[in-house]
């Protein structure tokens, strides 16, 4: 008699159509689920890492006022290589945040502190603005020279640096995109809120705002009113 042995190494493995659709299905189905979480994940963390870096921004204008008799820049006039009336915060900041000895303008896109990794615009000076409003010379909304911090009214409240819009509209070089030659960064006359201010770019309609004392807020757009510009400052 003739008997046929069965390799044990050789299983054959039979799964029917409807089996495989199944586990496609299934696949397909937990892929739906994880990509969405996934991207969350991520959103989360380039909330909290703009948030931080705004935390960092706040420490170097401590460090700066520390150095120069409590004064901390606001807005700022480039009229060439570093000639400027009063100093442009980005660059004032720009050594304490990690940039050159020998910075040049080409530089400050490159600070990691002085970019939001949620803006959508890539080499630009900063993915923030500073609140440069003078609230006694309205009218005419004058910007607001360096002054000194510890003279800020309501310093829990008073919004400093905020996320920049994802442009800032017409250039100031020939009408060339002002988001890339845009050298003072920031908002100092009620129209400019709502052009150069970003409040809903992360996850929930959330922004970070640097305060004037220093904390990081995460909070929902719709939050920040008017009045949170004023710095209550009438002598400067």
Same mark, same amino acid.
């Given at each position: 008699?003739?008997?046929?042995v069965?390799?044990?190494?050789?299983? #054959? +493995?039979?799964?029917?159509l409807?089996?495989?659709?199944?586990? /496609?299905?299934? =696949?397909?189905i @937990?892929?739906a689920?994880?990509?969405?979480v996934?991207?969350?994940i991520?959103?989360?963390?380039a909330?909290?890492?703009?948030?931080?870096?705004?935390?960092?921004?706040?420490?170097?204008?401590?460090?700066?006022?520390?150095?120069?008799a409590?004064?901390?820049?606001?807005?700022?006039?480039y009229?060439?290589?570093w000639e400027?009336d009063?100093p442009?915060?980005?660059?004032?900041?720009a050594? #304490? +945040?990690g940039?050159?000895?020998?910075?040049?303008?080409?530089? /400050?896109?490159? =600070?990691?502190a @002085?970019q939001c990794?949620s803006?959508?615009?890539?080499?630009?000076?900063?993915?923030?603005?500073?609140?440069?409003?003078a609230?006694?010379?309205?009218?005419?909304?004058n910007?607001?020279?360096?002054v000194?911090?510890?003279?800020?009214?309501?310093?829990?409240?008073?919004?400093?640096v905020?996320e920049?819009?994802?442009?800032?509209g017409?250039?100031?070089y020939g009408?060339?995109?002002?988001?890339?030659f845009?050298?003072?960064?920031?908002?100092?006359?009620?129209?400019?809120?709502?052009k150069?201010?970003?409040?809903?770019?992360?996850?929930g309609?959330?922004?970070?705002v640097?305060?004037?004392?220093?904390?990081?807020?995460?909070?929902?757009a719709?939050?920040?009113?008017?009045e949170?510009?004023?710095?209550?400052i009438?002598?400067?």
């Amino acid at each position: 008699m003739n008997h046929r042995v069965r390799n044990p190494r050789c299983v #054959t +493995l039979g799964f029917s159509l409807i089996e495989l659709l199944v586990v /496609i299905g299934l =696949i397909s189905i @937990l892929i739906a689920i994880t990509i969405p979480v996934v991207a969350r994940i991520r959103h989360h963390a380039a909330r909290t890492e703009c948030a931080a870096h705004l935390s960092e921004i706040g420490k170097a204008f401590r460090v700066y006022a520390a150095e120069n008799a409590g004064y901390v820049p606001r807005f700022g006039k480039y009229a060439g290589q570093w000639e400027y009336d009063w100093p442009i915060w980005i660059v004032a900041l720009a050594r #304490t +945040l990690g940039g050159p000895k020998n910075l040049e303008w080409e530089d /400050i896109p490159k =600070i990691r502190a @002085l970019q939001c990794p949620s803006h959508p615009t890539e080499k630009i000076p900063s993915g923030y603005v500073l609140n440069a409003f003078a609230f006694e010379t309205q009218p005419d909304w004058n910007p607001s020279p360096p002054v000194q911090i510890s003279k800020v009214k309501r310093a829990a409240e008073v919004v400093w640096v905020l996320e920049a819009a994802d442009t800032f509209g017409p250039g100031i070089y020939g009408g060339l995109d002002g988001i890339y030659f845009e050298t003072y960064h920031i908002v100092r006359y009620p129209e400019a809120i709502a052009k150069r201010i970003r409040y809903d770019r992360h996850v929930g309609r959330t922004s970070n705002v640097l305060y004037a004392d220093g904390h990081v807020a995460t909070v929902p757009a719709g939050t920040i009113k008017f009045e949170d510009f004023d710095d209550g400052i009438r002598q400067r």
